[in-house]
């Protein structure tokens, strides 16, 4: 099993930044993909962003060109850079792992983000 420790989550205004971090442990393979989901009270979870052991990233439309997510391998730390933050960014954030693009099995217990006007 994998560990995540997330941290970063605050209390911001419209158009500041963020950086997250979680920080993974225990059985890690050495190619893998890390990201972060963020759910909304009555809404559906939605992956923000991804990043593989090998760089490739993705992310969601409404985050594009405002949130860069990166990692550090070699700590297994992930971090998510999130600027010009909007109101409708409000969520609890939560860091995954997982050995492909479609099987995130670890999750951690995620840090809220309030972005206010």
């Known amino acids: 099993q994998v560990q995540l420790v997330e941290s970063g989550g605050d209390l911001v205004q419209a158009g500041g930044s963020l950086r997250l971090s979680c920080a993974a442990s225990?059985?890690?393979?050495?190619?893998?993909?890390m990201g972060w989901y963020r759910q909304a009270p009555g809404k559906q979870r939605e992956l923000v962003a991804a990043?593989?052991?090998?760089?490739?990233?993705r992310y969601a439309d409404s985050v594009k060109g405002r949130f860069t997510i990166s990692r550090d391998n070699a700590k297994n730390t992930v971090y998510l850079q999130m600027n010009s933050l909007k109101p409708e960014d409000t969520a609890v954030y939560y860091c995954?792992?997982?050995?492909?693009?479609?099987?995130?099995?670890?999750w951690g217990q995620g840090t809220q983000v309030t972005v206010s006007s």
């Open positions: 990043i593989s052991s090998g760089g490739s990233t």
């Open positions: 995954t792992y997982g050995t492909s693009w479609y099987s995130f099995d670890s």
């Open positions: 225990g059985s890690i393979f050495s190619i893998n993909v």
